[in-house]
């Protein structure tokens, strides 16, 4: 899985955002607000991949437990999914 190419995330005063741009602006009028996690996780989906590279990810950058990571990245999915972020 990876990011469609029309979303871009830029750091403003701060704080991490998603925008659309191009044809995406069209239909998702908006921003999206990513906490350090999310940005993480957001630049690991700029290239494909799959949950288990998420997951391997994840814990080399962060110290916390397999299952935590796995529940974050399953919420984090679910949303972009939603959101129809994802190709």
Same mark, same amino acid.
């Given at each position: 899985?990876?990011?469609?190419?029309?979303?871009?995330?830029?750091?403003?005063?701060?704080?991490?955002?998603?925008?659309?741009?191009?044809?995406?602006?069209?239909?998702?009028?908006?921003?999206?607000?990513?906490?350090?996690?999310?940005? !993480? #996780?957001? &630049?690991?989906?700029?290239? =494909?991949?799959? /949950?288990?590279?998420?997951?391997?990810?994840?814990?080399?950058?962060?110290?916390?437990?397999?299952?935590?990571?796995?529940?974050?990245?399953?919420? !984090? #999915?679910? &949303?972009?999914?939603?959101? =129809?972020?994802? /190709?």
């Amino acid at each position: 899985m990876k990011i469609k190419s029309d979303y871009v995330m830029r750091e403003v005063a701060g704080t991490c955002v998603v925008v659309p741009t191009g044809k995406a602006s069209i239909d998702f009028s908006g921003m999206i607000s990513l906490n350090g996690t999310g940005a !993480f #996780l957001w &630049k690991q989906l700029a290239e =494909d991949k799959t /949950e288990q590279e998420l997951l391997s990810a994840m814990l080399e950058e962060y110290e916390t437990d397999e299952a935590t990571v796995k529940a974050d990245i399953s919420e !984090f #999915l679910q &949303k972009l999914k939603e959101a =129809d972020l994802l /190709e």
